[in-house]
């Protein structure tokens, strides 16, 4: 089992910068492939990016692609999201959670753990 605590959400205006931080508890997080996702109030949760267990490959939606990187750190537990050129549209709680599908990974029900999220707003 794996637990997942994101930090580093906040305000910032367009065109600014945040990192987010996911710290995974346990012995396995080099074992998952990992994902952020974000929701919006009203939407549904959707697919932000995924890295692969040792970080060689990654993968992005349209809507954040150049804008948004995905890196991982397994000694220290914790798969970061930089996201720069922030756009009010960007503005959502943001979840990491570790992958079980091993072949569909864009849908929430593709992953089994999950973080409580982390509140990223853009301003205009």
């Known amino acids: 089992q794996v637990q997942l605590v994101e930090s580093g959400g906040g305000l910032v205006q367009a065109g600014g910068s945040l990192r987010l931080s996911c710290a995974a508890s346990?012995?396995?997080?080099?074992?998952?492939?990992m994902g952020w996702f974000r929701q919006a109030p009203g939407k549904e949760r959707e697919f932000v990016a995924l890295?692969?267990?040792?970080?060689?490959?990654?993968y992005y939606a349209d809507s954040v692609k150049g804008r948004f990187t995905i890196s991982r750190d397994n000694a220290k537990n914790t798969v970061y999201l930089q996201m720069n050129s922030l756009k009010p549209e960007d503005t959502a709680v943001y979840y990491c959670?570790?992958?079980?599908?091993?072949?569909?990974?864009?849908?929430?029900?593709?992953?089994?753990?999950w973080g409580q999220g982390t509140q990223v707003t853009v301003s205009s």
């Open positions: 890295i692969s267990r040792s970080g060689g490959n990654t």
């Open positions: 959670a570790a992958r079980s599908n091993p072949v569909l990974f864009t849908r929430p029900r593709d992953y089994a753990y």
């Open positions: 346990g012995r396995t997080f080099s074992s998952y492939d």
